[in-house]
């Protein structure tokens, strides 16, 4: 997950304050990402902060907000429709450029894709547009409340029941919609589009994304969500979003180009763990193995700010890890039907007395490294006893049970 996140606001297109939040990677910005979220939902839904997520963990900024009138941001939202929507979008836009870097890639869920398309062309800085789940036609969304639009034609205003909440639309906002095209604006984007859409999506069906996909004009990709539903409540299926967009959009993305917080985080070696200090907080670190960076750090109860395992932490998983791992070998090995395997470890300190089946060395407290297996599958009960032995195998059980030499040399020049 992100690490860090802000909470700001602007200015939208109607002059009322629009709540947003701005979540970042752990380390270097590699590019900044502007989300719009579906019809009626926030900044908050299960799509916007799973794919925001993903993308944290590629190193994209993202920043994701609620529309005029929903949420938290200010406003009426029967003020609102999808003219307001877009150029919220474009608000949202100019505060990324002012306060960081102008966005690299716009995602839209939904009806967000559709004003995402929009957008993109009063955007230059924009580089790369995706959508999840969009309609090919903004009126499109007139669908979820097709038995009140007689009321709104007639009475100029209607009550309407969205995911059971109650929301006020008046004609302005079915008059907007009729005056959109959103396949036009795609066949006019002119830069990489990215369609993503659920063939089971039983809201906005995936007859849209063939439209779409037609009007477009190249570079133009299509991937489809299988198994997933319109709201990508599954989180796997958040994710799995999140991991497409990042991967496609490093393509368009000059990463090289983008912000970054200046650190010369160290090369990786051969065969072994980089670890140097960032000189950010009082003790944190890059840990750098291979093409892989995270940070190191201690808790705030010992002085350190928690952006990253404590070296402990790290000990932990390690041993954790190879467990599971050396378990899942042997499981295999076997042909038996093991689903998964969870291993939580805990570090302490205990004393010496406490530990009748260690060695101490006369040491009064020693290292405590408590392992919790949870082996999920049709099991018998002589399986998995041999499967908790096996647990005790594993190469990093026994590099903590045996004497351990450490050279260490300095290094000059």
Not at 24 to 48: D, I, M
Not at 171 to 186: G, I, P, T, Y
Request: with cysteine.
């Amino acid at each position: 997950m992100a690490k860090t996140f802000e909470r700001v606001s602007f200015a939208g297109s109607l002059g009322d304050p629009l709540a947003a939040r701005l979540d970042l990677p752990e380390g270097q910005v590699r590019a900044t990402a502007l989300f719009a979220h579906c019809f009626t939902c926030s900044k908050e839904s299960f799509a916007a902060a799973r794919i925001s997520q993903g993308l944290t963990e590629a190193g994209f900024a993202v920043l994701r907000f609620d529309f005029t009138g929903l949420g938290q941001s200010g406003g009426e939202f029967e003020n609102t429709n999808f003219s307001s929507n877009v150029s919220d979008l474009i608000a949202a836009a100019d505060y990324l450029r002012e306060n960081m870097s102008a966005p690299h890639i716009l995602i839209g869920h939904s009806l967000g894709g559709a004003a995402v398309i929009k957008a993109a062309l009063s955007i230059p800085e924009v580089k790369a547009v995706a959508t999840i789940g969009a309609p090919a036609e903004a009126a499109h969304v007139k669908e979820n409340f097709r038995a009140n639009i007689d009321e709104i034609e007639q009475n100029g205003l209607g009550k309407v029941e969205l995911g059971g909440r109650s929301f006020s639309i008046k004609k302005q906002f079915l008059d907007d919609l009729d005056r959109q095209s959103v396949r036009d604006a795609a066949a006019a984007l002119r830069k990489p589009l990215l369609i993503m859409h659920a063939p089971l999506d039983q809201i906005v069906s995936i007859d849209n994304a063939g439209d779409l996909f037609a009007a477009a004009r190249h570079p133009k990709s299509f991937v489809s969500l299988d198994t997933a539903d319109h709201l990508l409540t599954g989180r796997a299926d958040g994710a799995y979003a999140a991991q497409v967009v990042a991967a496609w959009a490093s393509r368009y993305v000059d990463f090289a180009a983008a912000p970054n917080d200046g650190r010369d985080v160290p090369q990786p070696v051969v065969g072994g763990v980089v670890v140097r200090e960032t000189g950010n907080g009082k003790f944190q670190q890059d840990v750098v193995v291979g093409p892989h960076v995270q940070h190191a750090d201690e808790p705030k109860s010992f002085g350190g700010d928690e952006t990253g395992p404590s070296p402990y932490e790290f000990v932990s998983a390690g041993l954790g890890a190879c467990t599971s791992m050396t378990m899942r070998m042997y499981a295999d090995r076997k042909k038996w039907p093991v689903d998964r395997i969870t291993v939580t470890v805990r570090h302490d300190k205990i004393h010496a007395e406490d530990c009748a089946d260690c060695e101490t060395s006369g040491a009064s407290k020693i290292d405590q490294f408590a392992r919790d297996i949870e082996i999920e599958g049709n099991l018998t009960d002589e399986q998995i006893t041999k499967l908790m032995e096996i647990a005790d195998k594993c190469p990093v059980h026994r590099t903590l049970n045996a004497p351990v030499h450490i050279p260490t040399k300095r290094l000059t020049g």
